[in-house]
């Protein structure tokens, strides 16, 4: 399985993004998905994360009513919707997908790995 994440780019403080995680390959095999990040100098951290069918969701408390994530499987496709970005948000999003289950926020846990897409905000 191949992850390709896009939509990164420069915004304003207050403004959105969306990004797209699309997969490619052995798709069947993906359960449950989701999005990590890494600021400059600091590790990798959980995001969110979203179930095979969508039903059930998880956020990290910073993102909570910021950021909703969604995916689409007749297209192999995860999203995270980003709104009123804040300065802190700026990192490297990552869009990651396991076959198994496990605690869906550790990254430990995730099968695969996109190559990541930069987000920048400006204050």
């Known amino acids: 399985v191949q992850l390709q994440a896009s939509g990164g780019g420069l915004v304003q403080a207050g403004g959105s993004l969306r990004l797209s995680c699309a997969a490619s390959?052995?798709?069947?095999?993906?359960?449950?998905m989701g999005w990590f990040r890494q600021a400059p100098g600091k590790e990798r951290e959980f995001v969110a994360a979203?179930?095979?069918?969508?039903?059930?969701?998880y956020y990290t408390d910073s993102v909570k009513g910021r950021f909703t994530i969604s995916r689409d499987n007749a297209k192999s496709t995860e999203y995270l919707q980003m709104n009123i970005l804040k300065a802190d948000d700026t990192a490297v999003y990552y869009c990651?997908?396991?076959?198994?289950?496990?605690?869906?926020?550790?990254?430990?846990?995730?099968?695969?790995w996109g190559q990541g897409t930069l987000v920048t905000v400006s204050s």
């Open positions: 990651a997908a396991r076959r198994k289950a496990g605690s869906i926020r550790d990254d430990i846990g995730y099968d695969y």
């Open positions: 390959g052995r798709t069947f095999s993906i359960g449950d």
């Open positions: 979203i179930s095979y069918g969508g039903g059930n969701t």
